[in-house]
């Protein structure tokens, strides 16, 4: 008997179908020699620093650094969790060879293999390696499986992660909040998570910092162009107005007139963090709901593997490329001119260097069905992207004319499409004009020399502040370490020392938001006083550097090829504990308290007429499922249910045995797992009184 292992209760039932394993038994499927069983996410974690010795369980600054002789893994204190355990370990026992049909990623192997080192597997192991879940892929895959072996370096990247993070969160977050937290507070460093805070905290200080200026600027309408005068802003309108003053003495002259022939290349194929950058810009989502709608659109097939940092293709997929465009049928007018054509094998599309465990996002061809409103526009936004690649280019001509008045210099500059190329697939898009970019528009032809009469005028503006980081500008500096890259091929090099993986970006953004240490105001992101006091209470580089954390980020990477031992990175990490911790330990600093939503004056009365009711309910929206511990919770019209309800099926009603639940009561049930004593509940005819816990099926029962 083969044992297959899936991420998900829902890839087991797709992988099982396909295989032939179509008996459902308690907890796995079985049939065709194969017992499929699956997890559901995380099943296992680094122990806690309890479980190494009891002295740990109290947070004490004598206590610091906590560096464990060597790192052990335990299972989730979970009833479901423990029940399927139960199931794989009794599975795992009984055959002659387990397939890992895990998450194709680093994150996906490491939960895999920490539940096969805790089921004590001693048979030997195969892997599934694919990049969709149509039925070809798994068929595809399942002939071609890896041994497991090949991927030890992976699971050595994803263990010193995890041990990396464990080391530095668990040490740092007790060091400063003993230190300088005040109360109940916990301030909450973390490897990633610190260096994005630090980078939002800094942008904030500058536009704290900034003092708009006015300036004036000398322009001038010649033959229904505007020309803008190429000499520095001047500072006061005195110095304006006498330039105004000359302009006006002296006709206007052209010196030159440059119409250039250039091309606009086709944007790149998505990866996970520039799709998430598109969907911020184009549709507002934050970065944490991007990833669940494409992963349901993965999870449906119609999508490949999302959790990628490529925008290639590997070169063996070239053949494939046209069967899929032609199922795209809801996409044919675009479509149709591509395939009247052979595929071109393009560099800037296929190339297998750029490609590491998985290519970029692309439709599987698969006809979707049953979408939601957002997931619809996802998996557009990836369509349209994949047709584009192999569109023509933009032909485009730039135009640069140079005049002058007297002495003073003036340029004007403008575009136009000729051929729209890749454009075509965007024509009903508004795209907003970056900063310093030429504008579209058509420039009448000018000969050198030509001189006339004109219209100058004074443009009063003002300086502005630096914009402050939505989450796609935020995306974008956690993938470059904090550095401006417009470039598409800079940012491809710089990507091994980007901070976060493009699969954890989001989860440390809503983590700072929980912790309230950011906030969103529309779509821009600003820093609380919590996050900036916290900040400028670490003076350690290293805690708050992007480019430092960046080169760490570089090292796991490395180990992940094989190129660093997991070993020294350990070392290199242990060392850092404790020279922060010494270094901490003899610091002065300021006390922090977290900052509760300082509400405007005229807000108060609204406040306090009602303090509790709307955060709770924003409180429970952002707790995860008790029962797969991946989705959030979604309000629902008579419950709270899981966001993936579909597959984990989890709910929980807001009136339960006759009693309508506060949003207090629910709150302390869905994250605490039960509530305090409630009375006049209804069972079976008799009134009761007990507090209302989850049974082992996560249904409510009353205790």
Same mark, same amino acid.
């Given at each position: 008997m083969k044992v297959c292992i899936a991420e998900k209760p829902s890839v087991a039932k797709d992988i099982a179908e396909v295989i032939g394993a179509k008996q459902r038994k308690d907890g796995y499927y079985e049939g065709n020699g194969y017992q499929v069983t699956w997890t559901f996410g995380h099943f296992c974690t680094l122990k806690e620093p309890h479980d190494y010795t009891e002295r740990w369980k109290a947070w004490r600054l004598e206590d610091l650094p906590m560096i464990p002789p060597s790192f052990g893994i335990k299972l989730i204190d979970n009833g479901g969790v423990q029940k399927q355990f139960k199931v794989i370990e009794n599975l795992v026992a009984g055959c002659e060879e387990v397939i890992n049909c895990g998450d194709a990623g680093q994150e996906g192997e490491l939960i895999q293999r920490w539940v096969l080192l805790k089921a004590k597997c001693n048979v030997p192991v195969k892997r599934l390696w694919i990049s969709s879940l149509t039925e070809e892929a798994i068929k595809e895959g399942f002939k071609q499986l890896k041994a497991s072996e090949q991927f030890n370096n992976l699971y050595a990247a994803g263990s010193a992660r995890a041990i990396g993070d464990w080391l530095l969160g668990m040490n740092a977050t007790r060091l400063f909040t003993k230190k300088f937290g005040q109360g109940k507070v916990v301030l909450s460093i973390g490897r990633v998570q610190t260096p994005t805070l630090a980078m939002i905290v800094q942008r904030q200080k500058e536009i704290n910092a900034f003092v708009s200026e006015e300036y004036f600027e000398l322009k001038t309408i010649y033959r229904d162009t505007e020309f803008t005068a190429t000499i520095d802003r001047l500072r006061s309108l005195e110095k304006a107005e006498k330039g105004l003053e000359y302009l006006k003495q002296h006709l206007f002259e052209i010196t030159s007139f440059e119409k250039k022939e250039g091309k606009e290349g086709n944007p790149r194929l998505f990866d996970l963090t520039s799709l998430q950058v598109e969907a911020n810009k184009k549709y507002g989502y934050s970065a944490d709901e991007t990833l669940k709608y494409i992963q349901n659109l993965y999870e449906k097939k119609f999508v490949t593997y999302p959790r990628v940092d490529t925008t290639y293709l590997s070169e063996d997929l070239h053949p494939k490329i046209a069967g899929i465009m032609e199922q795209l049928t809801y996409y044919s007018q675009f479509t149709a001119p591509i395939l009247a054509k052979p595929i071109p094998k393009l560099k800037t599309v296929f190339d297998d260097k750029k490609v590491t465990d998985h290519h970029a996002i692309i439709p599987t061809g698969v006809l979707p069905v049953g979408l939601s409103t957002d997931e619809k526009r996802v998996y557009d936004l990836i369509t349209r992207r994949f047709i584009a690649a192999f569109y023509p280019e933009c032909k485009v001509s730039n135009t640069t004319?140079? /005049? #002058?008045? +007297? $002495?003073? &210099?003036? #340029?004007? !500059? /403008?575009? $136009?499409?000729? *051929?729209? =190329?890749?454009? &075509?697939?965007?024509?009903?898009? #508004?795209?907003? #004009?970056? *900063? +310093? &970019? &030429?504008?579209? @528009?058509?420039?009448?032809?000018?000969?050198? =020399?030509? !001189?006339?009469?004109? *219209?100058? @005028?004074v443009h009063q503006g003002k300086t502005s502040p630096p914009k402050p980081f939505t989450e796609a500008t935020l995306l974008r500096a956690m993938e470059t370490a904090g550095k401006q890259v417009d470039d598409e091929e800079v940012r491809e090099l710089m990507k091994d020392n980007g901070i976060g993986r493009p699969s954890t970006r989001a989860n440390i953004i809503e983590t700072l938001f929980k912790r309230k240490y950011i906030e969103k105001k529309k779509k821009n992101l600003f820093a609380t006083q919590t996050g900036m006091d916290l900040i400028d209470t670490i003076q350690n580089e290293l805690l708050k550097s992007a480019e430092l954390t960046g080169a760490w980020e570089r090292k796991l990477r490395l180990i992940e090829k094989g190129e660093y031992a997991s070993d020294t990175f350990k070392q290199e990490l242990i060392q850092m504990v404790v020279d922060l911790t010494k270094e901490v330990k003899s610091n002065i600093g300021k006390v922090i308290t977290i900052v509760t939503e300082a509400p405007k004056t005229e807000e108060k009365p609204k406040k306090e007429a009602k303090p509790k009711a709307p955060k709770e309910a924003v409180a429970i929206e952002e707790l995860k499922c008790p029962k797969c511990k991946e989705h959030v919770l979604k309000k629902g019209n008579t419950a709270y249910g899981c966001a993936n309800f579909k597959v984990c099926g989890f709910k929980v009603p807001f009136e339960v045995f006759g009693k309508k639940l506060s949003d207090k009561q629910l709150s302390d049930l869905l994250s605490k797992g039960k509530t305090g004593k409630i009375k006049c509940f209804s069972v079976d005819g008799k009134e009761v009184e007990g507090k209302l816990v989850f049974d082992a099926g996560f249904e409510v029962k009353v205790e």
């Open positions: 004319v140079l /005049g #002058k008045v +007297g $002495q003073v &210099e003036f #340029k004007a !500059s /403008g575009k $136009q499409i000729l *051929e729209p =190329g890749w454009k &075509e697939l965007y024509a009903n898009d #508004k795209t907003e #004009k970056k *900063e +310093g &970019e &030429e504008e579209e @528009r058509i420039m009448p032809v000018f000969e050198v =020399g030509e !001189s006339g009469p004109h *219209e100058p @005028r």
